[in-house]
């Protein structure tokens, strides 16, 4: 079973996109994931404040981390069992909400 895609297209003037760019060249990202980045903490920087007692779990990866979580998740299908493996895994794993004064 193939993985859903949500997929959202915008359009950015000249010196816009290379700002953008450069800016995921300097992180070592490529452009598709600092856009997801991007959007998805300004999504839970925004919702954070109104979540009445909810608490909305971040994932901070380094490069190489974000790297192999997209080679997994482009090929879903066949692994499967690491994906599954690694639910497993980090289901165990307590949760501990960060203090803003320990947040980057």
């Keep these: 079973m193939a993985a859903a895609a949500n997929l959202i297209e915008t359009s950015f003037s000249h010196d816009a996109f290379a700002l953008v760019v450069r800016a995921a060249a300097k992180k070592g990202v490529t452009l598709r994931e600092f856009a997801y980045s991007a959007i998805y903490q300004e ?58 004064e320990e947040r980057l």
């Design 43 to 100: 999504a839970v920087s925004t919702l954070q404040p109104d979540a009445e007692g909810e608490v909305i779990p971040v994932l901070h990866l380094s490069p190489e981390e974000r790297e192999n979580l997209a080679k997994i998740l482009a090929d879903a299908d066949s692994n499967a069992e690491l994906i599954a493996a690694a639910c497993k895994r980090a289901s165990a794993i307590p949760f501990r909400e960060v203090p803003a």
